[in-house]
């Protein structure tokens, strides 16, 4: 599956998203995205496998959120991810608008991207398996976020995604586990 909105043509780069309601973009995500009764959120860190899990779904239930938010501008084009703490906050806070929307839509998200929005689950899998995906993602395919020589930017990520914990948000080591678990509590829900 192929990342096509990661170019984002779909809105004019000059459009201030907070200006407009988005529809003319949700509706060509519609196009190619299944949308839900309930829109769900799946957060975790660079390098747990969310992309890979959007790239090999069988069905495109689930949107990457990188995709969803640079579509809609709340991402700048380049490597955001390094700039200063308070640039990222501002970037993540319009990426919080962005998947509060969505999520009413009853898209079904997978990203790294959250300052207020309180996820439905969270991936994070144990140290080793984690900078194990970074470091082959870093080798074979690298799409931009965290490396694999900044161990302690990969510590502080990693706690700092884990604080919905306090929230009741359950944490799953996979993003296989976290959306089978979510897709079963929707199916009980559902009937």
């Not at 200006?19 to 949700?26: A, E, I, K, L, P």
């Not at 689930?62 to 809609?72: E, F, K, M, R, S």
């Not at 689950?121 to 074979?140: L, Q």
């Amino acid at each position: 599956m192929e990342n096509y909105f990661l170019d984002n043509e779909l809105l004019d780069q000059n459009t201030p998203i907070v200006f407009t309601d988005g529809s003319s973009v949700y509706n060509k995500l519609k196009q190619k995205y299944i949308t839900h009764k309930k829109g769900l959120f799946i957060y975790g860190p660079s390098g747990v496998g969310k992309t890979y899990y959007i790239k090999h779904q069988q069905k495109n239930n689930w949107i990457d959120g990188d995709v969803l938010w640079a579509a809609c501008n709340a991402f700048p084009k380049g490597d955001w991810w390094n700039l200063s703490g308070e640039e990222i906050d501002t970037i993540e806070r319009r990426a919080d608008v962005i998947t509060e929307q969505a999520k009413k839509l009853g898209f079904w998200i997978i990203g790294a991207s959250s300052v207020n929005i309180v996820p439905d689950a969270i991936v994070i899998p144990d140290f080793d398996t984690h900078f194990k995906y970074i470091k082959y993602r870093e080798e074979h395919n690298y799409d931009g976020g965290i490396k694999s020589d900044d161990i302690e930017k990969i510590k502080r990520n990693r706690k700092y995604f884990s604080r919905f914990k306090e929230n009741g948000v359950p944490i799953f080591t996979s993003v296989d586990e976290a959306v089978l678990y979510l897709q079963n509590l929707q199916e009980k829900n559902d009937h």
